[in-house]
């Protein structure tokens, strides 16, 4: 089998090829090696990755059409795309909307317009986030929720990006499922997100920003489990595409207090951190809660990771990565 693996140098897109690599997959990886943070960590990304035969790199932009043809060359004949190229960040779009709609919304419709041109008309399974829930209160999220409130640019795009897969499905029967990931972390994870912000200030003895004064839960997923979740749309798609739903969540199913979550760290760490109290950010939620029951049924998706097994093994890859 033959996979298109697009975000290939980021954070999910790097651990996932890799999984399909391991599987047996011949896997064209695209990236287009933004600096939206230090493409360092993505070139180690890339590097972890040069052992594996079946992997070809090639650097490209997703929303660029002519240069999505290109990157992709003769290996047309793929089986399945596996996008999760993205701009990502909550914060960062509120800066930067413009850089969103590009890689999220005009980048979904360049690669729906490449399945269409493929000989195998391949499945398509993206990324979409837990943040098109919004503020929803009603909790644990379930895929059957209202989302018609996403209260960030970044959470609007991503619905975007679900409703024009729904779109080339129903025109033009390309078999797609969007997955909504939850609060991702571990080796080699993000510079922007909290794990990475918090250790990394801790061991400098440096404040942490604890916003909304600590009053926040999220559902904290280890990146083992959510490759296991990616693998399994992978292979239940391809088996019956038509049996596939729409979209499906990855998380961990058990929200952790922001208070826990830190505390956690601090033992891995093994210093306490100083804690600065903010506000919350006008883009961010309260909380998130995955509802799992239809990726457990559907794609055998069992989070197995706890909180206090997966930042020990963060806060190690922390430390060697960077000299800590």
């Avoid at 090829?17 to 939206?36: K, M, Q, T, V, W």
């Avoid at 991702?184 to 004064?213: C, E, S």
Wanted: hydrophobic share 40%; net charge negative; charged share 20%.
């Amino acid at each position: 089998m033959k996979a298109i693996v697009t975000g290939a140098a980021g954070f999910i897109g790097f651990h996932v090829a890799r999984r399909l690599a391991s599987e047996g997959f011949d896997i064209i990886a695209i990236d287009n090696l933004n600096d939206y943070y230090p493409v360092a960590l993505k070139e180690a990304r890339l590097s972890a990755l040069d052992g594996l035969s079946n992997i070809r790199f090639v650097r490209g932009n997703i929303a660029d059409a002519e240069g999505l043809s290109t990157a992709i060359g003769t290996d047309t004949d793929a089986d399945i795309i596996v996008h999760l190229a993205a701009q990502a960040g909550v914060r960062y779009s509120v800066e930067n909307p413009a850089a969103y709609v590009d890689a999220n919304v005009h980048g979904q419709v360049t690669i729906f317009e490449q399945a269409l041109k493929m000989p195998k008309r391949p499945p398509v399974v993206y990324a979409s986030s837990s943040s098109v829930y919004g503020a929803n209160t009603k909790v644990p999220f379930s895929e059957n929720d209202p989302v018609d409130h996403p209260v960030s640019v970044y959470a609007a795009t991503k619905r975007s990006a679900e409703l024009l897969a729904y779109s080339y499905r129903h025109v033009h029967k390309i078999a797609s499922t969007g997955l909504r990931f939850f609060t991702v972390y571990g080796p080699y994870g993000r510079p922007d997100m909290a794990p990475w912000l918090f250790t990394d200030a801790i061991l400098q003895g440096k404040p942490i920003k604890v916003y909304n004064h600590g009053h926040m839960e999220r559902d904290f997923t280890f990146i083992d489990d959510i490759v296991n979740g990616v693998y399994g749309a992978v292979n239940r798609i391809l088996a019956n595409p038509e049996g596939t739903a729409p979209v499906y969540n990855l998380g961990n199913n058990n929200p952790i207090a922001l208070m826990r979550f830190i505390e956690t760290i601090e033992k891995a760490c093994g210093r306490e951190a100083i804690k600065q109290f903010e506000p919350m950010p006008p883009a961010d939620v309260k909380r998130t809660y995955a509802d799992i029951d239809l990726a457990s049924r559907d794609l055998g998706f069992s989070p197995a990771t706890t909180l206090e097994q997966g930042i020990p093994l963060f806060v190690e890859w922390f430390r060697g990565y960077n000299g800590r």
